[in-house]
C-alpha cells in the first residue's frame, strides 16, 4: 500500500461500481469522492473477480484482497517468560539466564572437544580484547 493511499468500505465501493455502470465517472467521482483511476482500479479487480453487472453485486468483487506478510499488532502486550520454577521473570531476566544457560554449555561442548582431541588447547583472549568487548576498563 502506498504512502496516503485512502481506504474505502465495501459499502462505498459497491455503489460507486454499481454508479459506473448508470453514470459518467465524472459524475461518480464527485458523489464518491474517488479518484478516476481509483474507480478504474475497482472495476477491473471486480471484472477479474467474476463481476458482471446484469448479476447481482456480490461482496467478493469489491472486498480486499488478501495480504501477504506479517499482521499488524493491535496493541503491544508486556512479554512475560515463564521459567521452570514456575514463577515469571521480566524479559531481561529471562535473557540474562537464557545467556547464562547458554554460555554454561558452550563451556560443556568446549571441554568435550578439548577431552576427545588432546591437541587442541583453549587460550583465553587477551584481557585488553574482553575490557574493550565488554566496555569496561
Known amino acids: 500500500m502506498g504512502m496516503g ?8 465501493r459497491a455503489q460507486a461500481l454499481t454508479l459506473l455502470e448508470i453514470k459518467p465517472v465524472a459524475e461518480v467521482m464527485t458523489r464518491t469522492g474517488m479518484g478516476r483511476q ?23 468483487y469489491v472486498v480486499d484482497a488478501p495480504r501477504s506478510g506479517r499482521p499488524k499488532n493491535s496493541e503491544a502486550v508486556p512479554l512475560q517468560v515463564r521459567v521452570s520454577d514456575n514463577k515469571f521473570r521480566s524479559p531481561i531476566r529471562a535473557s540474562a539466564e537464557f545467556n547464562y544457560f547458554k554460555n554454561a554449555q558452550q563451556q560443556v561442548v568446549q571441554q568435550q572437544i578439548v577431552m576427545e582431541n588432546p591437541q587442541i588447547e583453549l587460550v583465553a583472549p ?10 569496561t576498563n
Open 5 to 12: 493511499k485512502k481506504q474505502y468500505s465495501i459499502a462505498q
Open 38 to 60: 481509483t474507480l478504474y482500479d475497482l472495476k477491473r479487480k471486480a471484472i477479474e473477480r467474476g463481476y458482471d453487472a446484469n448479476k447481482p453485486l456480490l461482496d467478493e
Open 126 to 135: 587477551p584481557a585488553e580484547w574482553v575490557a574493550a568487548t565488554l566496555g
